[in-house]
């Protein structure tokens, strides 16, 4: 099969779909690979790194577009992408479809096959291939909101961790799963408090055997949020419902209430960000302030270490690209359960019940779909 790796244009997104050893990898078993110039650099790999396990450089995305069977993104394709997304084509990256209509409309009238990393599983319903990025973002979220804290960024002014004789600083991060866990992580580390909110009672006893005392551990239908969003510094968004919107768990009477200079971190914001003030904003421009709180809404956090991000990212990625390339879409899908719940479109059909519901299209089964 005929690999495509276009540069990602996102603004500030310097992650590559294949590092050159998964291209070595892909070019042992037969296959071909085109790399646009340059289109790794920013992760820390050279065209010459490319070309040294086999890939062709390809000047223009186009070319690329134009003739790759498969093309292996990070992150969504914008609007000039989205017009060079051929019939059958197969698009395997990062979508959060429900978030983008505008980006859904497009990929059904290119009638391509688009494949979503974030909704592919595992045999425990997990999320594989987004759990990497959700650990880089949850570790991001803590360091990005010690930062806006301080006074230059317009924060109330806080070290996170305290000093001698000062308390340190509350973060309460909602959502106990991939993002959260990762984030308590770093907050212990700078020695903040920290109160972990979730529904599950599992979960919640999972983290406590993990980090002990280090964390508050509160059950979300037993606690009044409004007064924990009051107490804190620090807010982490941190929920997940898979391939959906993100539900809106703090509203702007909430972010009303906190203190003068607080943070919002908004990991959450790829699908939707489940804060009412919450936009999405970039690297570039990172912050904004309503009602005296800082926002912090990154779309691609794990994009400002694009190394980091693509090594892990790889790490998970380079089997079902594996499977692709050797069996072509439908076998892979039809064979492998887990893999079909990416599909998200296919052929001009929604393929994931999410997506169809949040922007009201009619759903297709994606066993039909293949068939």
Not at 139 to 149: D, K, N, V
Not at 172 to 177: D, H
Not at 291 to 317: D, F, K, R
Request: some cysteine; glycine content about 8%; overall charge negative.
């Amino acid at each position: 099969m005929l690999i495509g790796v276009p540069s990602e244009i996102k603004a500030q997104e310097l992650r590559v779909g294949l590092t050159p050893a998964s291209v070595q990898e892909l070019v042992n078993h037969g296959h071909q690979v085109l790399v646009q110039d340059q289109a790794g650099y920013g992760a820390g790999f050279e065209n010459s790194d490319y070309k040294n396990t086999g890939a062709k450089i390809i000047n223009e995305a186009s070319d690329i577009f134009n003739d790759a069977d498969l093309i292996v993104k990070v992150k969504e394709p914008l609007q000039n992408e989205i017009e060079m997304i051929r019939e059958n084509q197969i698009l395997f990256t990062y979508l959060h479809l429900a978030a983008a209509p505008e980006l859904t409309a497009g990929l059904i009238k290119s009638k391509a096959v688009c494949i979503a990393y974030e909704t592919v599983t595992d045999e425990n319903n997990r999320l594989p291939l987004l759990a990497p990025m959700s650990a880089v973002a949850g570790r991001m979220s803590i360091q990005a909101g010690a930062h806006s804290l301080e006074k230059t960024q317009n924060g109330r002014g806080l070290l996170l961790g305290g000093a001698p004789g000062v308390q340190p600083s509350n973060v309460l991060i909602l959502g106990g799963g991939v993002v959260g866990e990762n984030a308590t992580i770093i907050a212990i580390g700078m020695q903040a408090t920290v109160t972990v909110i979730d529904k599950s009672s599992q979960r919640l006893k999972e983290l406590h055997s993990k980090f002990g005392d280090s964390i508050i551990p509160l059950q979300s239908d037993e606690i009044d949020l409004k007064k924990q969003i009051q107490n804190c510094d620090l807010l982490i968004g941190g929920v997940l419902v898979p391939g959906a919107n993100a539900p809106k768990l703090v509203s702007k009477e909430m972010i009303s209430s906190m203190k003068r200079g607080a943070v919002v971190v908004d990991v959450a914001i790829d699908q939707g960000g489940c804060v009412e003030t919450s936009k999405p904003t970039t690297h570039a421009d990172p912050t904004y302030t309503i009602e005296g709180i800082v926002h912090y809404c990154v779309t691609n956090m794990p994009g400002g270490v694009p190394m980091t991000s693509t090594l892990a990212l790889n790490a998970v990625t380079l089997p079902f690209v594996l499977k692709l390339a050797q069996k072509g879409y439908a076998k892979a899908l039809a064979s492998d359960a887990n893999f079909l719940a990416g599909l998200n479109i296919c052929q001009g059909n929604v393929t994931y019940k999410a997506v169809a519901d949040d922007l009201n299209y009619e759903y297709i089964n994606a066993s039909s779909a293949i068939n």
